[in-house]
């Protein structure tokens, strides 16, 4: 069946019709992951987009459930070169066809998906419409698409209840039990080898209690929490500052998310309130720039902004690089930074873009990119460590 892209400048892609059969309109943007499209899929910081992989081949290995960062695919459609609907690897559940059926996402393949991503790059992000539809009309959809925002999509993909994660994770025969990334392969061989039915792993954080809120949140945020000995309490993303608190926790986490960080304003002043309350915080991505804005910073919506498994960032204390993985379309303004509320931390080596900030006076510190990201470049993950660390410093001092 013949599906079509039609882009807000008048733009026309015509393909095959993959996934869900309905028609979507959604802001259209580009990762350019050359694996991990189920975590791409998964990840709630897509809800009110639809996403189009550069990587020609999609769908080669298939779906395996263990390795999806939330309960659902979030992405409004999706969009690919080839779809293979034949895919080979043990692991496999289901056809990524069966699963955007399953989950109701449409999308398009068979389209020039290097031309499209050439489009978004010179002319920036946009908005578009996936139909199957032949006797569209461009005067009608134009503006449509033109009038499309994504909206408050927090509220979305928020948990809606609190819960809390264990501190400890089992090892088996068959992977960890969470389906968590973190034990190293020569652990997990060790074991085999030693015939040992079970591995319990009780990493440095263990007795340090976490809360999690939940702005959109990947699964592998908590994971890596709690197989680093943490207890997680995960919290929704409207939860009040002072039932946080009041739970005492050693410190707090804020998750990555989608959308405008200006729409949740609400939100923003639940977490002036956190960080007037000097207990340690680590944020990522959208937690990131609702600090920045919780203490008087701005954010600005970026051309086309950074979705990818490849994006290098220099540790500014340091003067180290690491690659890592990002998807966002918003950053912070380092312009109307003020230094003594906080400075730059980490900066983006393409385009110098702010990627970090530590917070003066504060043990606070928050990162644009992705260090949980599962699969991608895990050079980063040590700052769930140093995260640890300033909750262990911070322990001792209120002993």
């Known amino acids: ?4 892209l039609i882009l807000e400048d008048g733009t026309v892609f015509e393909g095959i019709h993959i996934g869900a059969r309905k028609e979507v309109i959604s802001e259209i943007v580009f990762n350019t992951s050359m694996a991990g499209y189920l975590e791409v899929l998964t990840d709630p910081s897509y809800a009110g987009q639809a996403v189009c992989m550069t990587y020609p081949l999609i769908g080669n290995y298939g779906i395996c459930m263990d390795d999806m960062e939330s309960k ?83 509220e979305r993909v928020s948990c809606t209840e609190k819960y809390t994660l264990s501190g400890t994770q089992e090892l088996t025969e068959n992977g960890p039990l969470s389906g968590s990334s973190v034990f190293c392969r020569e652990d997990y061989a060790a074991g085999i080898r030693e015939k040992k039915p079970s591995l319990v792993r009780e990493l440095n954080g263990k007795g340090l209690r976490v809360a999690l809120l939940d702005l959109g949140a990947k699964d592998n945020i908590a994971k890596s929490l709690a197989a680093r000995g943490c207890e997680v309490t995960v919290y929704p993303a409207w939860t009040a500052a002072a039932e946080i608190l009041a739970d005492e926790p050693d410190g707090i ?67 180290r690089v690491y690659i890592s993985s990002q998807n966002h379309g918003y950053v912070v303004d ?46 980063s993950s040590y700052l769930f460590d140093r995260f640890i660390k300033m909750m262990r410093e911070e322990e001792v001092c209120h002993a």
């Open 1 to 4: 069946m013949k599906a079509f």
């Open 334 to 379: 380092m312009e109307k930074l003020d230094p003594k509320v906080a400075v730059p931390a980490f900066v983006n080596v393409n385009d110098g873009t702010n990627e970090g900030l530590s917070y003066t006076g504060k043990n606070i510190f928050t990162v644009q990119f992705h260090p949980e990201a599962c699969p991608g470049p895990q050079d």
């Open 253 to 319: 986490m804020l998750s990555n998310g989608p959308g405008d960080p200006k729409e949740c304003t609400s939100i923003i002043e639940e977490i002036r309130k956190l960080y007037e309350a000097d207990v340690p915080i680590f944020a990522i991505c959208l937690g990131h720039q609702l600090m920045a804005l919780a203490t008087g910073a701005d954010t600005f919506k970026m051309k086309y902004g950074h979705r990818g498994g490849n994006h290098p960032v220099k540790d500014l204390q340091t003067g």
């Open 72 to 154: 659902r695919p979030w992405p409004d459609g999706f969009i690919v070169r080839e779809l293979s609907r034949v895919p080979s690897n043990f692991r496999c559940d289901i056809t990524i066809q069966q699963f955007l059926e399953q989950n109701g996402v449409p999308g398009i393949a068979g389209i020039d998906t290097r031309a499209l991503t050439r489009i978004l790059r010179e002319k920036g992000t946009m908005n578009g419409m996936i139909t199957t539809n032949e006797n569209y009309h461009l005067d009608e959809i134009i503006p449509k698409l033109k009038s499309y925002t994504t909206g408050k999509v927090v």
